[in-house]
């Protein structure tokens, strides 16, 4: 890939925790500049740990990272120059916190008219705006957690799905601006939000309840509207998803398997009546399936065409055979020199992955780089 697609495009974040950073993230692998501003002591994800010890570096390669101190009279000139000279700034903070220091959108536009300022927040406009939210607030108040666990326990996702998807929405509004500022010079302020993120991923679920006039069940206890759409155990002990939907799926499966008679039984001749003998089917599937394990059902299962899918910890993916076949996996260089992979971007662009062109910055690795062609650019000179 000769050029990026947002190559020449200039980046101000003002981030921390996963919103933020993710947004900025997917923004730098697609070619912007992206310039991290952290405070004197460095982004205060760099030093969590536990469950959360990998929010900085997951969420930080192909910046720049500039310390400035935007607390002091000097740090608030530097940083204001800064945006100005960019194209687009994205922020999460908590409302209110730039506005203090004479960065927010309001205190900017009428010196920076083709400025693209994107804010991350808990809410959009309206009576909770004000409020702090984090992904756990918002998938209890959404619903998603009340779809995801059992009845009387709701229970979080496992992954950041709204702070990631938010940073996603900011990415097309801000992708949807430049595209806008090309055609009549004019920037914009743009909001993304946690909970109306949430709320979107409950769109079916609304629907259903306004389509059936009934209420939604857990997808734990749902019943399923799909002849077979269940998790197995294996002779092994691991446990694998089977979904045998179509008409051409269930007979590839009944013969692979020796089960010739059920094509034969009409209680199982259409999609609706295998359905409604799922009490005794899925316990004789169950039976079969745990006669062999997973290397043994993963070959049959991708050759009768079954969507299939064994289930896997998060580290069992380091070693996944697609993802290392198609550089679905990027190496970086921590701060420390040790190398790890994280995840590509989940699409390609021309044929290609977008690849690593920056590990994860040291504090401040860049505020004098980035300061320096500030000036050169005051100037007139070039480098």
């Known amino acids: 890939m000769n050029a990026l697609p947002l190559e020449g495009v200039r980046v101000i974040e003002f981030s921390q925790m996963v919103m933020g950073p993710s947004c900025g993230m997917i923004l730098a692998d697609l070619g912007a500049d992206v310039v991290k501003v952290e405070p004197p002591k460095g982004d205060r994800t760099r030093y969590f740990k536990s469950v959360a010890s990998g929010f900085f570096n997951t969420y930080s390669r192909n910046k720049r990272s500039v310390v400035i101190d935007t607390t002091t009279e000097e740090g608030q000139a530097t940083a204001r120059k800064l945006i100005i000279d960019a194209d687009v700034l994205i922020e999460n903070f908590r409302p209110g916190l730039l506005g203090r220091y004479g960065l927010d959108y309001a205190s900017l536009a009428s010196e920076a008219p083709g ?36 009845p009387g326990k709701p229970m979080r996702a496992g992954a950041s799905v709204n702070d990631i998807m938010g940073g996603m929405f900011g990415v097309i509004a801000i992708q949807a601006a430049l595209a806008r500022r090309a055609r009549t010079g004019k920037g914009a302020y743009i909001q993304s939000a946690l909970f109306e993120n949430n709320v979107f991923l409950m769109a079916q679920a609304m629907m259903f309840e306004s389509v059936t006039g009934e209420r939604s069940i857990p997808w734990s206890v749902k019943e399923s509207p799909w002849p077979v759409y269940d998790l197995f155990d294996t002779s092994g002990g691991e446990k694998i998803f089977v979904s045998i939907v179509g008409e051409e799926h269930w007979d590839g499966f009944c013969r692979a398997f020796g089960c010739e008679a059920w094509l034969e039984d009409p209680r199982l001749a259409t999609s609706q009546g295998r359905v409604d003998n799922r009490s005794w089917i899925i316990p004789e599937i169950a039976a079969i399936i745990a006669g062999y394990d997973i290397a043994q059902l993963c070959p049959i299962l991708e050759r009768l065409g ?78």
């Not at 020199?337 to 590990?359: E, I």
């Open 306 to 383: 079954l969507p299939f899918a064994p289930v896997n910890r998060p580290g069992d993916l380091f070693d996944d055979p697609h993802l290392n076949a198609s550089e679905g996996l990027l190496e970086l260089t921590l701060n420390d020199g040790r190398k790890v992979k994280t995840p590509a971007l989940p699409f390609t662009f021309d044929g290609q992955r977008l690849k690593k062109r920056r590990d994860p910055p040291a504090v401040g690795q860049h505020t004098q780089e980035v300061l320096a062609e500030l000036q050169d650019r005051k100037t007139g000179t070039s480098r």
């Open 115 to 150: 400025l693209i300022y994107c804010s991350l927040k808990g809410y959009l406009p309206g009576p909770y705006e004000n409020r702090l939210a984090l992904d756990e607030v918002v998938q209890m108040m959404g619903g998603l957690a009340f779809m995801t666990g059992l």
